[in-house]
């Protein structure tokens, strides 16, 4: 599976941003795909993921509430729509997938597919 990640850019903070990712290939009912960010000097982590099948979404505690991830089925894309934006969202942010068993999601080695990263800039 590819991946392709847009939407990214800058925007000043508490304004929304939204990414996509169109996935080409076949994905199985155990597909799922999540979102990580790096920031300059940091580690990547984890921000949201989605189950492509049931559609069960997962959120690291620093976006939850702010962040909302979807996907498209039928046009085999993912969103990340991103509200309240901070200083501290600033990072390349990347979109993954595998085929992945519950615990391994938060796991960015756990991800077999990635696409190129879109930067996000949050003006303070």
């Known amino acids: 599976v590819q991946l392709q990640a847009s939407g990214g850019g800058l925007v000043q903070a508490g304004g929304s941003l939204r990414l996509s990712c169109a996935a080409s290939g076949r994905t199985s009912s155990s597909y799922t795909m999540g979102w990580f960010r790096q920031a300059p000097g940091k580690e990547r982590e984890f921000v949201a993921a989605?189950?492509?099948?049931?559609?069960?979404?997962y959120y690291a505690d620093s976006v939850k509430s702010r962040f909302i991830v979807s996907r498209d089925k039928p046009k085999n894309t993912v969103f990340l729509q991103m509200n309240s934006l901070k200083a501290e969202d600033t990072a390349v942010y990347y979109c993954?997938?595998?085929?992945?068993?519950?615990?391994?999601?938060?796991?960015?080695?756990?991800?077999?597919?990635w696409g190129e990263g879109t930067q996000v800039t949050v003006s303070s």
């Open positions: 989605i189950r492509w099948s049931g559609g069960m979404t």
């Open positions: 993954a997938g595998g085929n992945l068993i519950l615990s391994s999601i938060w796991t960015s080695t756990a991800y077999t597919s």
